[in-house]
Nanobody, 125 residues
């Protein structure tokens, strides 16, 4: 079993910053992709940002939703199985519950999707 524990949400004024963290623990052999999704009231869950680490060479690739490019930065500490989301220049439309997701290689051998419990981000004046 694998657990994802998120932290760092909260309330901030427009233009402010927040940093989200998500730590994975449990029976983990490796993690392909770690990412952040968000869901606003009445809307579908959407990808915010994701980072994938290559198993063979350890290189990382990132992708972002167009709406957050230039404002949000995703990073990853593979030794700690932790992913971060630095959110700058926050806007009211960034208000949502943010969920961490990890694609974990574990046993019985396979890749499994795990989700965190969600953390609320509110941007309001």
């Amino acid at each position: 079993q694998v657990q994802l524990v998120e932290s760092g949400g909260g309330s901030v004024q427009p233009g402010g910053s927040l940093r989200l963290s998500c730590a994975a623990s449990g029976h983990i052999f490796s993690i392909y992709t770690m990412g952040w999704y968000r869901q606003a009231p009445g809307k579908q869950r959407e990808l915010v940002a994701a980072v994938t680490t290559g198993i063979k060479d350890g290189s990382s690739t990132t992708n972002y939703a167009d709406s957050v490019k230039g404002r949000f930065t995703i990073s990853r500490d593979n030794a700690k199985n932790t992913v971060y989301l630095q959110m700058n220049s926050l806007k009211p439309e960034d208000t949502a519950v943010y969920y961490c997701k990890a694609d974990v290689v574990s046993t019985p051998w396979g890749t499994y999707d795990y989700w965190g419990q969600g953390t609320q981000v509110t941007v309001s004046s």
